[in-house]
């Protein structure tokens, strides 16, 4: 035992070295037309040898190391109550999501500009995870690359734009149904796979989508994106300070106020809120629903649930288009609120913060995906210091969630339907 | 209503199952004993759908259905229980039921959504029949825990009751009894042979427990080390020289 350690930990030691010293040590130096390699500073190969010692320290005692980590004190004082009775549970997680609501739709008047934009964001973020929740939470679906819907519903709203004029409101839900179609034929032939190859899988159609976008530039402009998206109406009033098109009026000059650009981003805000609290309700009770249950069937005992004539495929394959369906709902927004995309905005990077939201929020559980989609978008804007930093904490972040809190956040109890006692 | 013929089932170079053949009419029980490794598991794997046979047929009211898929044989109406308990147990007991009911509900997601009076009188039927089967096999007071925390016998029993719902016409139990006391398995001896006469349902059954399988079966088959040894009445089975010394030669 002891031995295997050491030689594992000497193992990751050199793996340090190897890695280390040719991307720190060796520099290449640009000397007039030639380039040459130097060596770094002496402190840099002892900041590199005292690394390798770390690793090696660290991996020799890992058991003893992760061992105290787990003794730790919880950070979530709730986490190993005893469950609160169901009918109690859902009434606080009614009331605390009621209250963020009412909190969110007053919040936009009092904060600055810059901070409503965030929040719309903050919301995108959470339809996204509400949406990859479904697939990966509830039906237990690895989904790697859940961007390339979001990528279909924006595009879907900026092509039409460009080339039929379309508004906001007939974009969403032809975005929506359309990526909701996309995930039905990708889909249809991969849900057969099991795990790690759809999680790979999806990922290979994560990034197809985004390729795609980058070179089909006849249609989508390819790295240069598609600009003059229109932001959305109120009843064919504009929000711009002049009338883009003919037939809508203004919405400052029909209230008689003054304009201000003010008006249009908390109006965007307000819509992402509407869609957002829309998009939570319908999962809700999707959850209740026998699609719901046959998700969780699914996911709990695949083989006792086909016994019982669930059709695996039909089942998998309605929580993956429902969750691109909503993929698709966010992409409009986000198109619409940044009047410009291009596939800059649909990397893998994406599908991995949207997946960490939902990882992190308590697989299945929307109070904590909401949760977690605000501290997920929000710490690293306050932290704008550290972010070159960024992903190296997030990284850690995970690691240490993996350690103490493997559930989440606020681990899924999904709501069982009770049998009320006849007679 | 249900015709094994010459069923066999090879893994690698293993023939698990060879030259099987059964019938079972209906409101009838018919066994299938043997012993440890002998493929009776395998048999009802392939009458399931989960294996698709190497050879052989199995007609389940006339109709060929070696190699249909498992999902829709249990929709002709042939559902299983398995030798490990499989429960969906983080699931309550009434949504167990639920889940079972699938097809009897309304799951378009439209209606779900809008709530239309048909779904909603879907969902009470299906909820009324789950009750109906918990306070059959006892567990009616129990409805609204977690399946997986219900004691080993009445996890046996909610199986059962989840087969039930659905509506079967052969329920296929793969030894029920086993880890049951003897005060359980008088039980399920009244349930099964309740089952056939109150319900209408030919069961077949895989059992070690010989006493519940001479008292309540019809007919019984007995397989050995894969091949059909005999079959009779419990009677004929209890003097067959073949089935005693395959019985006493494994013990
Ligand atoms: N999927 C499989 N792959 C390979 N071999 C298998 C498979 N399933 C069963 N077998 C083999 O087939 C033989 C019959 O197994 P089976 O489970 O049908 O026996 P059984 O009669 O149900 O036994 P028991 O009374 O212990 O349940 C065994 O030798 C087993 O190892
Ligand atoms: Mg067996």
New interface residues.
Partial sequence: MAANNFRHALFCAVVTLIISIPILGLNLEAKGINIILTGAKTSTYVAIVLAAVAVFVFQAYRDSIMGLLGKLPNFNPLADKEPMEQSKRVKLESWILTGIVVLALFWPFVVSRGSVDLATLVLIYVMLALGLNVVVGLAGLLDLGYVAFYAVGAYTFALLSQYTGISFWMALPIGALLAGLTGMILGFPVLRLRGDYLAIVTLGFGEIIRILLNNWTTLTGGPNGIGGIPEPTLFGMEFGRRVKEEGNTSFHETFGIAYSGEHKVIFLYLIALVLAVITAL?IR??MR???G??W??LR??E??????????TAVKL?AFTIGAFFAGFAGTVFASKQGFISPESFVFLESAIILAIVVLGGMGSQLGVILAAIAVTILPELAREFSEYRMLIFGAAMVLMMVWRPQGLLPMR?I????NK?E | MLEVQNLSMRFGGLLAVDGVSLDVQEREIVSIIGPNGAGKTTVFNCM?G?YKPSGGKILFEGKEVQGT????I??LGM??T?QHV???????V??NL???Q??H???N?LA??LGTPDYKKREQKA?DR??YW?ERVGLLDL??RDAGNLAYGQQRRLEIA??MV?EPKLLMLDEPAAGLNPAETKELNQLIVSLKEDYNVSVVLIEHDMSLVMDISDRINVINQGRPLASGTPEEIRQNDDVIKAYLGEA
């Fill in positions: 319908i009770r999707f629903m026998p699609v249950r046959a969780e069937a709990e005992d083989i006792a649930a086909r016994s019982l004539g669930l059709s695996r309605s999904r069982h339907i009770t049998l006849q | 399931s989960f898929p498992d999902y829709k249990s929709r559902v299983r398995f499989r429960l969906f147990t983080q699931m309550s009434v949504e639920l889940v079972a699938h097809r509900l309304n799951t997601m779900g959504l909820l789950a009750a918990l409805a609204n989840r087969c659905t």
